[in-house]
Nanobody, 120 residues
Framework: QVQLVESGGGSAQPGGSLRLSCSGSGFTLENYAVGWFRQAPGKEREGVSC????????FYSESVKGRFTISRDNSGMTVSLQMNSLKTEDTAVYFC?????????????GGPGTQVTVSS
């Protein structure tokens, strides 16, 4: 069965850090643009970041630029999202997605999501 497997997340205080990871089960992420979307309670799902498959270009929403970093490991099998300087408004369910686009407005399909909660 082909699926995305997310790990990481949890709780942090404002100003803290968390790291999310995503890998593919039944397929490899190496050949796909991979990214992260998030959805907060009562809000629409929004694009956070995307990393291209060929040249490793990265794209970020304005709300996370300078605080979050997306990367692939050397094998290309795992994509991570390092989240620093977390804010309460970063609280959301974060979804790993494939075939995301540079303008972060669409993707092909995603994982089940992992909760990130930022509170003091």
């Amino acid at each position: 069965q082909v699926q995305l497997v997310e790990s990481g997340g949890g709780s942090a205080q404002p100003g803290g850090s968390l790291r999310l990871s995503c890998s593919g089960s039944g397929f490899t992420l190496e050949n796909y643009a991979v990214g992260w979307f998030r959805q907060a309670p009562g809000k629409e799902r929004e694009g956070v970041s995307c990393i291209s498959s060929r040249d490793g270009r990265t794209f970020y929403s304005e709300s996370v630029k300078g605080r979050f970093t997306i990367s692939r490991d050397n094998s290309g099998m795992t994509v991570s999202l390092q989240m620093n300087s977390l804010k309460t408004e970063d609280t959301a369910v974060y979804f790993c997605v494939v075939r995301c686009t540079a303008d972060l407005d669409m993707y092909d399909w995603g994982g089940p999501g992992t909760q990130v909660t930022v509170s003091s």
